[in-house]
């Protein structure tokens, strides 16, 4: 199969939404080009002396709302299609959900996991600099994504911080508590797939307890749902991580599963409980479960796999992991998708809490935390339901509705300069 180019997934959700709001072409037309795209190459010195250069970027999609928002992932696959994507994907989460921030996302193409932990510490200080005249406590404010972390969000914090000569924590959340990060930030994504979740079984009329899930992934996103998900009272009967799938057919025991992969080095693949199988990610996709929360990167839903899956709900941990076709596919079969920029809007909610208590160096308690987390989770998803029905179309366009209306409107206070 050719490259899929995320992209064009956002092009095609975009014009499909407007149209169904009856906008003119002049109404939208921006959202479907970033603000501004920045490459840039870090050389880095290697522990054997050598130097490498890896490539990244930042790309500032909107700021029509707010400052610029969004994460920063290290991956192999990174390209400038995909941090575009998921940069326009942050414009349109940051809506939905109503925090007063517009899009950005970052990405390296390395494979971190080939690198020692000094090297990956100076391959984020020095894309760090590379990316500092534009990034900013009011202009914008990376965060963790795939393969970068809190320790990451540490380093990226004392590095604009010398640049800039004085202590500025709002330039990143997802930073560790003692640097001035959120209680309640590490598993706020997850909490909000697990809001999502109840959300829509109540509205599906699907009791919890008699729901199988399967969740693809085990990252920070997939261990959070997973596990608040168990404790809702689901039976989560496989996970994967990059290594391969764990199905037992009667449930995993989640917390077992997440203490054993809190050992640096544990793959899936090494795991053994009596009446777990080893089964291949693409297999897990497919399983016969109820539900089925793709936590792991773009495109794992296609045209290739879509008319086979199982499930009767799909909630998206991950970001953009349904393809334009396989959603069409999906409508067709009668799956409720709840879409990225609602189902995993909770993580930049509680990074908007983290900025706030930055900008106003106080400290929320973890149960002010997830009960704000919970009451904007809980309107949003209301919201987007109702468009839905009343609309009766898929909750992913009833989602991009809900934020191209916003946009639009703002846009129209605000005009065009000049
Ligand atoms: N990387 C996360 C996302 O895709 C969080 C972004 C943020 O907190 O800024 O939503």
Redesign the pocket.
């Known amino acids: 199969m050719s490259k899929h180019n995320p992209y064009d997934n956002v092009i095609a959700t975009v014009r499909d939404a407007a149209g169904k709001l009856g906008l003119k072409e002049s109404e939208y037309i921006e959202f479907m080009y970033p603000e501004r795209e920045l490459k840039v190459s870090c050389p880095v010195r290697m522990d054997d002396g050598s130097v490498k250069v890896f490539e990244g970027y930042r790309v500032q999609h909107s700021s029509l709302r707010g400052p610029f ?3 920063i ?1 290290f991956h192999p696959d990174t390209d400038e299609n995909e941090v575009k994507a ?1 940069a326009a ?2 414009t349109f ?1 940051c809506a939905v959900v109503g925090i007063p921030y517009g899009g950005a ?1 970052g990405g390296v193409t390395v494979d971190p996991s080939q690198l020692s932990e000094a090297e990956i510490e100076r391959l984020t200080r020095r894309f760090t600099a590379a990316i500092a005249p534009i990034i900013g406590p009011d202009a914008d ?5 795939v393969n970068t972390s809190g320790k990451t969000m540490g380093w990226l914090v004392d590095t604009y911080s010398a640049i800039k000569g004085k202590w500025s924590p709002g330039v990143t ?2 930073k560790p508590l003692e640097l001035g990060g959120s209680l309640g930030r590490t598993e706020a ?1 997850g909490r909000g797939v697990m809001i999502a979740t109840r959300e829509v079984l109540k509205k599906l009329n699907m009791p919890v307890e008699k729901q199988r899930v399967v969740v693809q992934g085990m990252g920070n996103v997939g261990s959070f749902s997973a596990k608040l998900i168990n404790e809702l009272g689901a039976k989560i009967i496989a996970v994967s991580d990059v290594s391969c799938g764990i199905y037992n057919e009667a449930g995993l025991d989640i917390p077992d599963v997440i203490k054993y992969l809190s050992t640096k080095g544990n793959l899936l693949k090494n795991y053994q409980q009596s009446g777990v199988k080893q089964i291949s990610n693409e297999e897990l996709l497919l399983l016969d479960t109820d539900i089925l929360i793709p936590c792991a990167l773009e495109n794992q839903i296609n045209e290739g796999n879509a008319a086979k899956i199982k499930a009767k709900l799909i909630v998206e941990g991950a ?1 953009g992991p349904t393809t334009v076709e396989a959603d069409k596919i999906l409508e067709g079969m009668g799956v409720i998708v709840v879409p990225d920029i609602l189902a ?2 909770g ?2 909610t ?2 908007y809490f983290e900025w706030v208590q930055n900008l106003m160096f106080l400290k929320w308690e973890l149960e002010e935390v997830n009960s704000k987390l919970n009451s904007i989770m809980c309107s949003a998803f209301e919201a987007v339901y109702e468009i839905h029905e009343q609309h009766k179309v898929s909750m992913r366009t009833a989602a991009y509705m809900t934020a191209i209306k916003k946009l639009a409107e703002t846009r129209k206070l605000r005009g065009i300069f000049p």
């Open positions: 928002k969004g994460g992932r998921l994907w942050m989460k996302k404010i990376p965060a963790p994504d959340t997802g994504t970001n995993n809007a993580g930049v509680v990074s």
